[in-house]
């Protein structure tokens, strides 16, 4: 049996924030100044100031929503280990231990798509549910959210942070982008 070797280069560019112009310049410079970095994941989207600027303003929409950026980051976590994003499993693993403060534990367990919490779990469960069905929740699966306390706009974040998720998550699965967070096993 012939094994075939997978290249694991990056097969777009990461550009250098030091010496990109325009658009995407200004668009790192505002990652720089909030991150103290900008990650390989968006210096690879800045090849298209669109899309970074796009996945940025989404985000940023996101963040300010009602179901609140801890959801959103082990929402996220769940997506990535579904879709066996390495990058986005280690992004979001130090993003929601460093800045959300999540406790590594329910970390961990959200990679898992668990939690202690009945009403996040529902959200996991959901999240997971829209992953594996392509996006074709039925009204059990709508029910089951409601269920748990969310409401209209809660459900409809909850479907927005997993197509953000699926988003980035081909996008460094396609682009075969380096991980420059301290790596992550996914399960």
């Not at 990109?20 to 990650?39: C, D, H, R, W, Y």
């Not at 996220?76 to 693993?93: G, P």
């Not at 409401?151 to 997993?162: M, P, T």
């Not at 998720?165 to 699965?173: R, S």
């Amino acid at each position: 049996m012939m094994t075939i070797k997978i290249n694991k280069m990056q097969r777009l560019q990461a550009l250098d924030p030091e010496t990109t112009t325009g658009k995407s310049k200004e668009l790192f410079n505002n990652i720089q100044a909030k991150l103290g970095m900008v990650p390989n994941m968006m210096r690879t989207m800045g090849n298209s100031p669109a899309v970074l600027n796009g996945y940025l303003s989404f985000n940023a929409a996101l963040a300010e929503g009602t179901i609140g950026v801890k959801l959103g980051e082990l929402i996220a976590l769940t997506v990535a280990n579904i879709n066996q994003c390495a990058y986005c499993n280690a992004a979001h693993s130090l993003i929601g231990e460093k800045l959300v403060h999540i406790g590594i534990n329910e970390i961990d367990d959200a990679r898992h798509g668990k939690s202690a919490d009945p009403q996040i779990q529902a959200a996991l469960d959901f999240s997971a549910t829209l992953v594996k069905k392509q996006g074709m929740a039925d009204e059990a699966d709508i029910q089951a959210l409601k269920a748990a306390g969310y409401n209209d706009s809660g459900i409809a974040e909850i479907i927005a942070y997993v197509g953000l998720n699926i988003f980035t998550n081909y996008f460094n699965k396609a682009a075969h982008v380096t991980v420059d967070f301290p790596e992550v096993e996914l399960v």
